[in-house]
């Protein structure tokens, strides 16, 4: 079994006024490559801020976090971009798209910054794979909220990560098109092995996945396997 992320005794807290506020208390997981898991919970509970951790957005106040085998603790900056440059997909609730490029050069941005060629080509195919061929010159302003999260699964897709992080990636969609976004992301994990961890409010997406972690006040409060047996799932539990 290959651990993707190894998340042991993890805690996040905020300074304000001269109180310590923990986000985040002893959190530990171990998440295999290639499956599916959620992060539930209500408002406020600290879902994005361990998104975010895990992700190597932000750092751990203490404890460990292991991506892909390195241990992000002790990076830089510049050295966790690295490795989210290499490994990780992310995915915003709000969508975060540069205003003043176009579609396809929003998702041309992470393919030059990682030095490739061919990269307008490349950025063409991946708006295609989304089914956004015919609105690369548009700018995310002309863009639906459904167009705009495309652009940036596309985006996300475009270092073909080993890991998708997403942050409520349906939030803001109506139902029809939170479908069409939701198959692309299971799609990737299908056909591409890559691991989906989602935070998401809706318990549906959820029970989609694999496993559900909830959280409560700062604190893991339950780690359950879904019970609908699909073939992969049984996989999975039984491993
Ligand atoms: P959720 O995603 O479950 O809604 P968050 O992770 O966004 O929860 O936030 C968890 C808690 O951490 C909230 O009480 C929030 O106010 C607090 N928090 C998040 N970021 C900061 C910050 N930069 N400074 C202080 N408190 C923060």
Do not use: W
């Not at 300074?15 to 986000?23: E, F, I, K, M, P």
């Not at 499956?35 to 895990?54: A, E, F, H, N």
């Not at 990682?114 to 002309?142: C, F």
């Amino acid at each position: 079994m290959d651990i993707i992320l190894n998340i042991q005794n993890l805690t996040k807290t905020y300074q304000s006024g001269g109180n310590t506020l923990t986000v985040l208390n002893d959190i530990s997981f171990e998440l295999e490559s290639g499956s599916t898991m959620s992060i539930v919970g209500p408002s406020g509970s600290g879902k994005t801020t361990l998104l975010g951790l895990c992700a190597g957005l932000d750092r751990s106040s203490s404890g460990m976090v292991e991506l892909n085998h390195i241990k992000l603790n002790n990076l830089s900056e510049d050295q966790r971009a690295q490795v989210r440059n290499q490994h990780v997909g992310f995915i915003f609730q709000n969508f975060q798209l540069l205003p003043t490029l176009t579609a396809i050069e929003n998702v041309m941005v992470p393919l030059e910054l990682r030095g490739e060629k061919n990269i307008r080509s490349r950025a063409a195919d991946l708006l295609d794979k989304v089914g956004l061929a015919d609105r690369g010159h548009h700018y995310p302003s002309q863009l639906s909220g459904g167009e705009q999260q495309r652009v940036s699964l596309a985006r996300a897709f475009s270092n073909s990560p080993k890991i998708l992080f997403a942050d409520e990636p349906t939030g803001n969609l109506d139902a029809e098109t939170s479908e069409k976004v939701v198959k692309l992301i299971f799609d990737l994990n299908k056909e591409a092995g890559t691991t989906l961890v989602l935070v998401t409010h809706d318990l549906e997406l959820a029970a989609k996945t694999q496993r559900i972690l909830r959280v409560k006040g700062g604190s893991l409060i339950s780690d359950e396997l879904t019970t609908t047996e699909t073939p992969d799932k049984i996989n999975y539990a039984g491993r």
